[in-house]
């Protein structure tokens, strides 16, 4: 069974920076991390989860266009690792954030929560104004 664990969460003043990690675990890690999508979502209370920025099964970043240039999706393959690089942060960008691993996604379809099975627990962001 697949397990992914965030960390790298916390506080941070409006313009700052924070790396998010996705640890990957579990059997056959290097077939599953490499031949599927991951993706970074975010959810505040009350409102739906969303895609923030994903990585597709043959490794093609995909941002939403309100992170895009500001957040950098990427992958260490030898330590089974999903990353998060956020920069310029905004009070507005304060939400849980979470990882999430699916195989064979493409496209738009990388930024779909229903698309993924498989999920870590999250880790809070929050940017203060």
Known sequence: ????????????????SLNLSCAVSGSNIGSYYLGYSMGWFRQVPGKE???????DSDGRPMYIDSVKGRFTI???????????HMTSLRP?????????????????????PEAYDTWGQGTQVTVSS
């Open 74 to 84: 990427s992958r260490d393959t030898a330590k089974d690792i999903l990353y998060l």
């Open 49 to 55: 989860r969303e895609g923030i920025a994903s990585s």
């Open 1 to 16: 069974q697949i397990r992914l664990v965030e960390s790298g969460g916390g506080t941070v003043q409006t313009g700052g």
């Open 92 to 112: 507005e960008d304060t939400a849980m954030y979470y990882c999430a691993a699916e195989e064979g996604l493409y496209g738009l379809d990388t930024l779909r």
